[in-house]
Structure formats: C-alpha cells, structure tokens
C-alpha cells in the first residue's frame, strides 16, 4: 500500500461547480499534512496546511480526519484557473528531519 | 526578490554523459532537497541536506550525487549510473526542522 494515495483523476467539473477531493495516507504517526497546487509544467506550490480543526481560505477548505487517515480539499464557486493538479503531502519527523512524502496529485481541469 | 533557482530549465544528457544541475537559494534556508518527478508519480526524495558540509540519501539516490559546500547552493550531478534519467528535477529548501517546503521551477532533464 502507498503511504499516500490519491485519485488522479482527472476531475472534469463546470465553473462555479464545488469539487472535493480525498487523499488517505497509511502511517498513522505521521503529524502535518499539506495541500499544494502544481501548474502544468511548473513547480509545487504550497496551497494550504490541513488541521483536525479545519482550514478555510476563500473558496477553499481542507479537512484532516486522524482517526480514518485522510484529509480532503474543498473547492467552491471552481474558476478556471483552479485548473491544476492538487498534491496531498505528508510530513512525518524522523530524526530531527522532516520525511514529507507525496501524493501523485489528483488532477482538475475546471471547464467553461 | 528572496526565492530559490534552478539552471537550466531544460538539459540534454548523451549516453554515459554526466550532468550537473544547478540549486541555488537566497532564502537563507538550512535544508535543501532534491526530488526527482516522474508522470503518474508522486514525488520521490533524491538527496537532502540539513547543514553545510552534510548530506543523506534520499529513496533513490542510486546513480546520482550531490555536495553541498555553501549553504546557498546544492548543486545534483546525474552520473551515468543513472539509466533512467529523464524526469523533471526539482529543488527545494526550507528552514531547519519547518514543515514546509520551497521549491524551485525545476529542471527538465532530457537523454538524447
């Protein structure tokens, strides 16, 4: 099992739908988790921290739910240029370092 | 503007060829990584520094190494042991023991 899984989609949804994505990781020690945003060909881009308590910003909501291992991303009101692929990151201290793994990113392609 | 460089944004390898590319950042960061990204997926750890002077393998270091004799730059040579170099390679940075990481905008690495 991938210690973090994510449906790569690609999520097809109209402008101004809401779309949701999971993502569940298998280490249960594991202690911050991250949503980034990657634009085609570009770099990773830190998109928000994800808590127990949740987090809002804007149109987006991250979600964290410990006890079934997975966190979630709300989009709401989807704009085009929400069209990117969405990265669950998982970080776990191991030794005074930081081991951050990654999803393979859920695709989202927000169309007109 | 504070941020981190990669050089080149594209580079060709031939066979039995060794490379190098560039990571430089004036962020002040601690740590710098190495990732290399392939489709479908995620990111996976090459190399990692803490400090000046010292360095850690990574999942896949096999074929690839690294030095890291200033604390701005952490330059990653592919060496010919690589057989599967072509990939999108990426930097990033971040203060010790944070949770979030910086990336740069990635070198492309192409065989010929």
């Known amino acids: 099992r991938k210690e973090v899984e994510q449906d790569p989609g690609p999520f097809n949804v109209p402008e101004g739908a809401t779309v949701a994505f999971n993502c569940t990781y298998s280490?249960?020690?594991?202690?911050?988790f991250f949503w980034y945003r990657q634009d085609c060909r570009k770099e990773p881009k830190l998109l928000m921290s994800?808590?127990?308590s949740g987090n809002e910003d804007g149109r987006f909501t991250a979600q964290l739910n410990r006890a079934s291992q997975y966190i979630s991303l709300l989009i709401r009101d989807s704009k085009l240029s929400d069209s990117a692929t969405y990265l669950c990151?998982?970080?776990?201290?191991?030794?005074?370092?930081?081991?951050?793994?990654f999803g393979i990113g859920t695709k989202l392609q927000v169309i007109p | 503007d504070g941020g981190i460089t990669q050089s080149p944004k594209y580079l060709f390898r031939k066979e039995g060829q060794n490379v190098t590319l560039s990571c430089e950042q004036n962020l002040n960061h601690d740590a710098m990584y190495w990732y290399r990204q392939d489709p479908g997926q995620g990111l996976r750890l090459i190399y990692y520094s803490q400090i000046v002077n010292d360095f850690q393998k990574g999942d896949i270091a096999e074929g690839y190494s690294v030095s890291r004799e200033k604390k701005e730059s952490f330059p990653l040579t592919v060496t010919s042991a690589q057989k599967n170099p072509t990939a999108f390679y990426l930097c990033?940075?971040?203060?010790?023991?944070?949770?979030?990481?910086?990336f740069g905008p990635g070198t492309r690495l192409l065989v010929l």
């Open positions: 994800v808590y127990s």
């Open positions: 990151v998982v970080n776990k201290n191991s030794g005074g370092y930081q081991k951050v793994t």
């Open positions: 990033a940075s971040s203060q010790q023991g944070a949770e979030t990481q910086y």
């Open positions: 280490n249960s020690a594991s202690q911050s």
